[in-house]
């Protein structure tokens, strides 16, 4: 049986969504585990489970996730190339499944650990792998629009992990969490592989194939030439095999690589990881005006409609428009929660009236960070790079966003914890200034624009 098969069925742009949300199914599993520590270190820390941390142990079992990035970014850059796109997202699976087995069975912290590191090497493999994919197999119209479901996926992730573990136990949730790879393994390895790396490795007749069955007849056979074309000229500005040196020899390589820094580095400055993983532990502060769960749900679920929402118009609007909007309420929102923090600890004014404002501020944070600043530096990062340099400048971006990970959460749990927690969050607020700032005068629009047009935006002075 071939997906071939069901292209007069489903129809090109149908075919494409299939591809992405299949694929994507990844990204929830690894996102579970992102998500996993909100629900999950308040009962590992007050010993209503078997197994039991203190706070220190429980700060470092939520960032041992991002070590495993690391490698699983390594181990995709080595074999994208080699193995092409589609394996590389199907291998996502096994350390995936692996990693919820061994939470569900753990019975002492080290296999906790063990668990949290796999978890992070699958996260790694789809993160250098399902951007790539989908912003290869998206024609440009709706480009956006596939490439969302990642920051969507990543969403729905969080907030299945949270639900499940709200209402059931550490062992159940994880022993559930399993099926989610195993679901992405027998849907997506039905999918055709990326024609644009069928192209680059020389795999021609493979790659106009597989562009009829995303594009359909007409409009395959013309993105065929016309990528055939545009990757055979662009080549000569990409030699050698796309090492890492080639990050910085090549001019579009270095400001690509800058742009994908420097949006991922606004996405930590702006607390979103740390915030993800204290969000309970915060909302238990104020159980006076909504109880710790309820407010995490509605959290998450906000996260999840508004990215669904950006989703469906980021190809309207734009990656700019949406960015600039969705980062200054962010903004806003994080020195008005440190503002309300400062008054309450220090000016022993009465707040007993008003304790809804910390839960109003972060929902109103993670509706206006979901708006843009989730969604658009992936999409982003999947569309600057030549397919050449992909594989290594997402394996490096990610490495990169896993070690700035470590730094903010334990910033945040060091400063929140021997300071007071209006501290990380006004700073997180200063932070995200400067990044809006930096973003305007420096990131170019890349809506509607195809390779060759990104490639030349980028070498233009």
């Known amino acids: 049986m071939k997906f071939s098969n069901f292209r007069s069925v489903l129809g090109r742009r149908s075919c494409q969504f299939l591809a992405a949300i299949t694929g994507s199914l990844g990204i929830l599993a690894s996102e579970m585990h992102f998500g996993w520590p909100s629900p999950a270190l308040p009962v590992l820390t007050n010993g209503t489970y078997f197994i039991h941390v203190s706070s220190e142990e429980a700060s470092w079992l939520a960032v041992t996730i991002f070590p495993g990035i690391a490698c699983g970014a390594l181990i995709s850059n080595f074999l994208a190339d080699r193995f092409g796109r589609k394996k590389i997202i199907l291998a996502t699976g096994v350390p995936l499944f692996v990693s919820w087995l061994i939470l569900a069975l753990a019975r002492n912290d080290i296999l906790l650990f063990l668990a949290r590191f796999l978890g992070g090497v699958g996260g790694g493999l789809s993160f250098a792998s399902v951007p790539m994919y989908l912003g ?67 795999r021609q007749e493979e790659a106009r194939k597989n562009l009829i069955i995303f594009r359909g007849k007409e409009e395959g056979e013309k993105e065929y030439w016309r990528l055939s074309k545009d990757l055979e000229e662009s080549m000569s500005d990409q030699k050698g095999p796309g090492g890492f040196r080639d990050l910085f020899k090549v001019k579009s390589n270095r400001k690509a690589l800058l742009i994908a820094l420097g949006l991922r580095s606004i996405q930590q400055m702006c607390g979103s990881t740390a915030l993800t993983f204290y969000c309970k532990t915060i909302f238990q502060e104020t159980e006076s005006f909504i109880s710790a769960n309820t407010a995490t749900i509605l959290y998450f679920s906000l996260q999840a409609v508004l990215a669904i929402f950006a989703s469906l ?133 890349t809506k509607g624009k195809t390779l060759e047009e990104i490639q030349n935006i980028l070498k233009s002075s």
């Open 313 to 445: 118009v980021i190809d309207v609007f734009g990656r700019r428009p949406m960015f600039i909007f969705s980062l200054t309420g962010t903004t806003l929102t994080l020195f008005l929660m440190a503002v309300y923090l400062l008054l309450k600890m220090h000016l022993n004014m009465n707040l007993s009236g008003y304790t809804f404002v910390p839960v109003v501020c972060l929902l109103s944070n993670i509706a206006f960070f979901s708006m843009g600043v989730r969604n658009v530096p992936l999409l982003v990062i999947s569309e600057i790079f030549h397919p050449k340099i992909k594989p290594v400048a997402l394996c490096f971006v990610t490495i990169y966003y896993g070690i700035l990970a470590i730094i903010v959460t334990k910033f945040y749990h060091f400063t929140s914890e021997t300071v007071e927690m209006s501290c990380p969050i006004f700073i997180f607020g200063i932070l995200s200034f400067a990044s809006l700032i930096i973003y305007y005068l420096y990131v170019p629009e």
């Open 136 to 202: 290869e197999i998206a024609e440009p119209s709706i480009r956006g629009l596939l490439s969302s479901l990642c920051p969507v996926f990543v969403v729905m992730g969080i907030l299945l992990i949270n639900v499940l573990g709200i209402f059931l136990s550490i062992d159940l949730s994880a022993f559930l969490a399993c099926v989610i790879p195993l679901i992405m393994f027998f849907t997506f390895i039905w999918m055709p592989e990326s024609p644009i790396h069928l192209i680059a490795t020389n």
